[in-house]
């Protein structure tokens, strides 16, 4: 896994690319929100919707849903996340994905 970002939390963070390619890093940060340390990081982007952060861009891949018919979902240890990645607080050793869908 490549290792990014510095801090005393640590995470493991996985992206599932429209090809079926997994990428593993391995995140330090001092942030909370999962959302937050994968934008510091320059990972994920996206814009602002009614639910939050709408994530458009995963490890430099853009997905639009309306052009694509794909988007972007949020794992957490494998589960679909249940929250937003701009709202899901950080909790050491979990893995969280991100997987065009």
């Known amino acids: 896994a490549k290792v990014m970002g510095e801090g005393s939390t640590v995470f ?3 992206v599932i690319d429209v090809d079926g390619k997994e990428t593993a890093f391995e995140i330090h ?4 929100i999962v959302g937050e340390a994968l934008q510091e990081l320059g990972l994920i982007d996206g814009e602002e919707g ?4 709408y994530v458009k861009t995963v490890n430099g891949t853009t997905l639009d849903y309306d052009k694509d018919g794909k988007y ?3 794992y957490v240890n494998g589960a679909y996340g ?3 990645a701009d709202v899901t607080k950080i909790e050491g050793g979990t893995t969280y994905l991100f997987k065009a869908e």
């Open 12 to 14: 493991n963070f996985t």
């Open 29 to 32: 940060t001092d942030k909370t």
């Open 50 to 53: 009614p639910y939050g952060l």
């Open 72 to 74: 972007w979902a949020f």
């Open 82 to 84: 249940t929250t937003g």
